[in-house]
T-cell receptor, first 111, second 114 residues
Framework: QKEVEQDPGPLSVPEGAIVSLNCTYS??????FMWYRQYSRKGPELLMY????GNKEDGRFTAQVDKSSKYISLFIRDSQPSDSATYLCAMSASSNYKLTFGKGTLLTVNP | EAGVTQSPTHLIKTRGQQATLRCSPISGHTSVYWYQQALGLGLQFLLWYDEGEERNRGNFPPRFSGRQFPNYSSELNVNALELEDSALYLC?????????????FGDGTRLSIL
């Protein structure tokens, strides 16, 4: 079983839709959870950073972490064509500091 | 504030050669991380440097090595290049080693092995 599982998509939605992206993980040592956005030919850009369980909101983005289910989500409200990118979930434990990534979900928002 | 900068943008080598990739972290960041993003494999952790020392290493052979300089910049060296080393190599930096500090990435060096 992979440490982090993420549906690769592709996911195609109309402009204005609510997008839900998810990852599951198996390592209970993970405590820090991140979502990155990666445009083509660019490096990953940090979108959301959360510690332990709970919700965090930043503008149109909401991150949720459920450690009991080992499940994290990213919601994008009022999606825009500029949101079209690959979304990567990432996690780390406090003991080793490396990030473990999902394989990414390719999102296209159609005008 | 300048972000993480990497050079060169693209590097073309042949099998058996050696490659050197460079990274300058965000000002004030002391930790540098290297990741490999190969097609179909996702981002894989390579190396972590903090305060000039190698702190952690991913599951890669010893021909992948690096160092961190006193100004916190870093270089990644790959010896005896193989075709499977073709990938995007990403550098990230953070304020200090630890899961409590988010990592910020550069745009990478694309290494192509012919």
């Amino acid at each position: 079983q992979k440490e982090v599982e993420q549906d690769p998509g592709p996911l195609s939605v109309p402009e204005g839709a609510i997008v839900s992206l998810n990852c599951t993980y198996s390592n209970s040592a993970f405590q820090y959870f991140m979502w990155y956005r990666q445009y083509s030919r660019k490096g990953p850009e940090l979108l959301m950073y959360t510690y332990s369980s709970g919700n965090k909101e930043d503008g149109r983005f909401t991150a949720q972490v459920d450690k009991s289910s080992k499940y994290i989500s990213l919601f994008i409200r009022d999606s825009q064509p500029s949101d079209s990118a690959t979304y990567l979930c990432a996690m780390s434990a406090s003991s080793n500091y490396k990030l473990t990534f999902g394989k990414g979900t390719l999102l296209t928002v159609n005008p | 504030e300048a972000g993480v900068t990497q050079s060169p943008t693209h590097l073309i080598k042949t099998r058996g050669q050696q490659a050197t990739l460079r990274c300058s972290p965000i000002s004030g960041h002391t930790s540098v991380y290297w990741y490999q993003q190969a097609l179909g494999l996702g981002l894989q952790f390579l190396l972590w440097y903090d305060e000039g020392e190698e702190r952690n290493r991913g599951n890669f052979p010893p021909r992948f090595s690096g160092r961190q300089f006193p100004n916190y910049s870093s270089e990644l060296n790959v010896n005896a290049l193989e075709l499977e080393d073709s990938a995007l190599y990403l550098c990230a930096s953070s304020l200090g080693g630890g899961g409590s500090q988010p990592q910020h990435f550069g745009d990478g060096t694309r290494l192509s092995i012919l």
